[in-house]
């Protein structure tokens, strides 16, 4: 147990609707990652807050945002959902900004239908 | 731009060794990462070399050797349950971790 939690575990949803993954990073974490793995391939990064502040994107589209709230919590927000964004999105977390050791929540299975 | 590459698959006989290797293109970094997912679950961090030569943990090496932008993971006495994708990870200039495509590793008995 990573120590970082996801919910929901498993998401089922239709083209076009919108849809809120949360996040809770390991206590004492600042820094909450957002990843997208879609079957069999590498992970994609989306973005990263660090103590509330966006700190760097990735491939993000703009249908996506994310925020992180004050108690450290993250969520990542997926709109005008595709087909194309059915995949497993991870959080991770770490205790700085420069996390070369991340943990990671179990994920959220995303299935768009 | 930064890239990293990794072979897609690699076969090994359980109680062998194996070396997962990691090549890469980049202006400037802080280390690489290695990281294990096994199938259905979430990356767990292996090691991270900030300097050239290797790092040991138990039955994993990893080395790094800047000069030739070059890595590897070097996993022992191979059991069944290493059966998992690999992945190495860069960590540039911005901190950011770039992820190579992973290499599934298959165990065989």
């Known amino acids: 147990d990573s120590g970082v939690t996801q919910t929901p575990k498993h998401l089922i949803t239709a083209t076009g609707q919108r849809v809120t993954l949360r996040c809770s990073p390991r206590?004492?974490?600042?820094?909450v990652y957002w990843y997208q793995q879609s079957l069999d391939q590498g992970l994609q990064f989306l973005i990263q807050?660090?103590?509330?502040?966006?700190?760097a994107k990735g491939n993000i589209l703009e249908r996506f945002s994310a925020q992180q709230f004050p108690d450290l919590h993250s969520e990542l927000n997926l709109s005008s959902l595709e087909l194309g964004d059915s995949a497993l999105y991870f959080c991770?977390?770490?205790?700085?900004?420069?996390?070369?050791?991340?943990?990671f929540g179990p994920g959220t299975r995303l299935t768009v239908l | 731009g930064q890239s990293l590459e990794q072979p897609s698959e690699v076969t090994a006989v359980e109680g062998a060794i194996v070396q997962i290797n990691c090549t890469y293109q980049t202006s400037g970094f802080y280390g690489l990462s290695w990281y294990q997912q096994h199938d259905g679950g979430a990356p767990t961090f292996l090691s991270y070399?900030?300097l050239d030569g290797l790092e040991e943990t138990g039955r994993f090496s990893s080395f790094l050797s800047r000069s030739d932008s070059y890595g590897y993971l070097l996993l022992q006495e191979l059991q069944m349950k290493d059966s998992a994708s690999y992945f190495c990870a860069l960590q540039g200039g911005n901190y950011q971790l770039i992820w190579g495509a992973g290499t599934k590793l298959i165990i065989k008995p």
């Open positions: 070399n900030a």
């Open positions: 991770a977390s770490s205790i700085s900004t420069g996390g070369n050791e991340q943990f």
């Open positions: 807050y660090y103590n509330g502040e966006e700190r």
């Open positions: 206590s004492g974490d600042l820094s």
